[in-house]
């Protein structure tokens, strides 16, 4: 800085010391302005870690604000996502939001500067907020890196944690996975300022004991003073030379520099009043208004993902030939592999859910993740911020346990597909505890998520194909058995469709189906016809967006079955019945779904068991039309169609 008023002035990567004490002195007090002006926000927690910032953004973070896009850009993730007036403060001292923005609309309405931190900034990789997540996102922005080759990452990524979080198993499966894949490119900070909401945290400042976990779990532990400007300097210095992932372990103070609140557990998540946020910002040398040129990386360093014309060759599959979804699957995951920017992400079943297919055709974009379901969507979060389309996929019963990293994914505005196999009681004698009864209400409630659940082998082709190219989380329900294939290879399978498998316009009762139950409904439908009564079976295979018209539609008849191999909340048939609710349908509705809690025994006993196999459709419908029509009129109505075929 060469001005002699420190209030304002530019600080470029070879500032002195006292300069960067003076931008960390800023961002304090910026955090302090923006949260007490609403009168609502995290002041103290961004306090604590506004010397490892300053120190950070001024003389090693490689970033141009004013290219977001710039593929050689470092990327740093706030974990502790409530510090977020600490982030708003940085991108300010960088040019990138005004001041008057930060000061007057943080938290506000309509505002981008959101409570915790989303990418609807473009300097925003990943939404955080929810604990525990930001390191294994980074382990993914790291993985990117290496997937575009070259002997050193074309960029690094730092990561600022809190110390609360490092309870989180989710921490250790990021460091495990880190230093599994080797990502010396990836540098952890964590605040270590002994405090969380409601008090001390479970090691307070024993670094120590941080140091023993982290070096267990194969990562660098370098403990130090996070107040002391130059030991951080020296810690970032040796980050970058790292042949592994580094964790800094920096022992701060909560509402460092304000001696009234400093170190308090009265302080967490309030914003300063107005008097104390004077005496506050007084006592930190007031406000500032420097600008960090910082380091910015060559604009032609690194490549962006190429997403070429989409010109594979998929799969095909004779009609009447046996087989299961998930065999489909991996086959159209191996032709995908064409593509640079698929990568496919398993959890240690990819001999089940046969993403090996695509391990054999293209092992560099092949991620094994193990048991470890948080760390396997967490690192499809972070490569597809590096824009990369990851499948991530395990057994559809395990993806509850990554339920909230699905529901961050959304929030980060991610691009993902979810793909979950042996789904349902459909497995067989595996039993309860693998089978996905829940998975189709959770992947529903998912913001803006596609849900998708193929009947065939043709359908998971083209669904499979489909996700490649969607925008959001798309998930894909896959059944473990093997199954006829009902569609030619031809067959298109549009998003919000569906599929009328047979009907006419003198159906007496309609069957909604998807995945499995379209099989037992076809089958249902035969035994029906036999009898004289005509049904009408529709595959929902756009679970959502579902095809509202053709189902309110299709419900115009006597009676309405609809069959799904699921818990009855929140799967197919509620979706089904909002439907018909909404378009004032007034036929009497049969809903079979998985009511009991099931045990072990075949796939048909299970089905049959849970009442969604194709004589239970028939009882089903069989009593929807006798309740409906007493005998008399039901023979009278069966005379009248006999004349009518006549």
Known sequence: MTVNDVS???????????????????????????????????????????????VLMARHLNYDRQLPGNPGNDHLIFSKGHASPLLYAMFCAAGAVPEDELVNTYRRAGSRLEGHPTPRLPWVDAATGSLGQGIGVGVGVALAARLRGGDRP???????????????????????????????????????????????????????????????????????DGHDLGQIDGALDRAADAVRPTVILARTRKGRGFSEVEDSPDWHGKALPADMADRAIAGLGGVRRLRVAGRTPPSEKGEPVAVPAATEALPTFGGGEEVAPRKAFGATLAALAERPEIVVLDAEVG?????????????????????????MIATAVGLSAAGYMPFATTFAAFLTRAHDFIRMAAISRANIAVAGTHCGVEIGEDGPSQMAL????MMRAVHGSTVLYPADATAAVA?????????????????????????????????????VLRGSDADDVTIFAAGVTVHEALKAHAELAETGIRACVVDLYSVKPLDQHTVAEAALTSAVVVAEDHHPEGGLGEAVLATLADHGNQAPVAHLAVRHMPD???PAEQLDAAGISAPHIVQAVRRLLSERFPESEMKEESHDREQVAG
Not at 358 to 373: L, M, Q, T
Not at 464 to 476: H, M, N, R
């Open 8 to 54: 304002t002035g530019t600080i470029d990567q070879d500032a002195a010391m006292s300069d960067v004490f003076e931008l960390a002195q800023q961002l304090r007090v910026d955090a302090i302005r923006c949260s007490t002006a609403v009168g609502s926000g995290h002041p103290t927690s961004g306090m604590s870690a506004a010397d490892l910032m300053a």
């Open 154 to 224: 074309a960029y690094r990524v730092w990561v600022l944690c809190g110390d609360s979080e490092l309870a989180e198993g989710s921490v250790w499966e990021a460091l495990d996975a880190a230093r599994r894949h080797e990502l010396a490119g990836l540098t952890v900070i964590v605040d270590v300022n002994r405090l969380g909401q409601r008090g001390p945290t479970e090691l307070e400042w024993n670094l120590d004991a941080y140091a023993r976990r982290v070096e267990a779990f194969g990562a660098r532990a370098i403990p130090i």
């Open 351 to 375: 001999n089940s859910t046969h993403t090996n297919d695509f391990a054999k055709v293209c092992p560099d974009r092949f991620i094994e993740s193990y048991i470890a379901e948080q760390q």
């Open 438 to 441: 829940e998975d189709l209400a």
């Open 463 to 499: 669904l499979t194909a489909t996700c490649a190219d969607l925008v959001g989380i798309s998930y894909l329900r896959l059944t473990r058995g093997a199954y006829p294939v009902i569609y030619p290879s031809t067959e298109e399978f549009p998003v919000g469709g569906s599929k």
């Open 600 to 602: 072990s025994r075949t």
